[in-house]
């Protein structure tokens, strides 16, 4: 069973925007770091950004300064705000615990085009 549903990718032009949910089943709460992932096609997966629960944030040198991240702790869910989007941000997108402890599941396609 796959606790984690990231959702709201899509297709977009480069410099856009988008914003990506992760919905648990499980309490969230408990988990002192969760994070958002990337694959894109041909490669390997890659951390993203990373949130504590206490709100302290870091991110991928790729996107540091276009995306942020958040997290609803009540709400089990994490978000990933994308701007300034490019072509290479173009991968399915997932969340998970950092380190990574659950399946990984579907995830979500963004695809930015040029």
Known sequence: QVPLVAYGGGRVQAGGSLRLSCAASTSIS???????????????????????SSGSTNFADS?????????DNAENRVYLQMNRLKPEDTAVYFCNAAPPRWSWGQGTQVTVSS
Request: glycine share 10%; net charge positive.
């Open 30 to 52: 408990s988990i002192t770091i969760m994070g958002w992932y990337r694959q894109a096609p041909g490669k390997q997966r890659e951390w993203v950004a990373t949130i504590t």
């Open 63 to 71: 996107v540091k300064g276009r995306f942020t991240i958040s997290r």
